[in-house]
C-alpha cells in the first residue's frame, strides 16, 4: 500500500520504517512541528507523568532533566515508556495506553503524596488527567514542556492525493487530523483527501475526519501503533497491485 504519515517528521521516520518493512510505501508529510517551550520545574515532586514522547524529547534538555530523571515517571504507553528511558529515567511504570489506564495505574501504586506529581504536556492536551487524578486525592501540576504547531500542506501531498497515488492516511492526533482537514480544504482537494482509506489511533483522533465528511475510517482496536499497523496490514490484502 502507499501509506501517508502526517505526524511530526521524527516520529514519522519511525513509523515509515516499520511500514516499508512490512512491504509498504510511505509518503512522510508532516502537518505538526514539535517545538520546546520554556518551563520552569524547580519544585520538589514525588513523581513525572508522561503522555507523549515528545515531552520526554523535550526534558532531555531542560537544566532540571538530571534531578527528575532520578524520580518515578508514569507513561501512557511502550511509546512513551521508551521515550523516557531514552532521557535517562530508570524507574519507569508504563500503562495500557490511554489515560484512564494512566490514571489507574498512579492510583493503584500512589506515589510520593507528600509532593504533587509532575505532569509533563503537551499545549493540546485530551481528557482531564490533572482533574482525574484530584479524584482520587492525588495532587497533580501541569507543566506545558512542548506544543505542536500546525505546517502548511505540503505541494508534495497535494500531488499525490489529487493523482490518486494514496491507499491511507495514519493519524496519530487529532490535532494532526484536524490540520489535515484544514490543509484539504484549503487546497481545493477535501473529496479526494477524504475519500481515502484513514487509520485512526482512537476515536477522538477520527472526529474530525468523520465530521469533515470522512467515512472510510477504521479505529485502532488498542490504542497504539502496533494495532494500527494490524489494521494497514489487513487493509493490504484487499488493495488491487499498483
Known amino acids: 500500500m502507499r501509506i501517508v504519515l502526517t505526524r511530526p517528521h521524527k516520529d514519522s521516520e519511525r513509523t515509515a520504517a516499520l511500514l516499508r518493512a512490512h512491504g509498504h510505501d510511505v509518503l512522510i508529510a508532516p502537518l ?6 520554556p518551563v520552569k520545574l524547580d519544585q520538589c515532586y514525588g513523581a513525572v507523568i508522561v503522555t507523549s514522547a515528545n515531552a520526554a524529547a523535550a526534558l532531555a534538555d531542560h537544566p532540571a532533566c ?3 530523571t532520578a524520580l518515578p515517571v508514569f507513561a501512557v ?3 512513551s515508556g521508551a521515550a523516557v528511558r531514552a532521557a535517562g529515567f530508570s524507574d519507569i511504570h508504563v500503562a495500557g495506553g490511554d489515560i484512564d ?3 489507574r495505574l498512579i492510583a493503584e501504586q500512589r506515589p510520593d503524596e507528600k509532593a504533587p506529581l509532575l505532569y509533563l504536556a503537551g499545549e493540546d492536551r485530551s481528557g482531564d488527567l490533572v482533574g482525574d487524578l484530584a479524584v482520587h486525592g492525588i495532587a497533580v501540576e501541569l507543566a506545558v514542556i512542548y506544543r505542536a ?3 502548511p500542506f505540503p505541494a508534495e501531498l497535494t500531488a499525490a492525493l489529487t493523482s490518486g497515488a494514496v491507499d491511507a492516511v495514519m493519524h496519530f492526533s487529532r490535532r494532526s487530523a484536524a490540520q489535515y ?3 484539504a480544504q484549503a487546497a481545493g482537494i477535501a473529496e479526494p ?3 481515502l482509506r484513514h487509520v485512526c489511533l482512537s476515536a477522538q483522533i477520527a472526529e474530525p475526519l468523520r465530521d469533515a465528511g470522512g467515512r472510510r475510517i477504521d479505529v485502532a482496536k488498542r490504542p497504539d501503533e502496533s494495532a494500527m499497523m494490524a489494521i494497514i496490514d489487513q487493509l493490504a ?3 488491487p497491485p499498483a
Open 237 to 239: 490484502t484487499s488493495v
Open 181 to 183: 482537514v484544514t490543509g
Open 77 to 79: 504507553g511502550q511509546r
Open 149 to 151: 504547531v500546525p505546517q
Open 66 to 68: 538530571a534531578t527528575l
Open 101 to 103: 489506564d494512566l490514571t
Open 32 to 37: 505538526l512541528r514539535i517545538e520546546t517551550l
Open 193 to 195: 483527501a477524504l475519500g
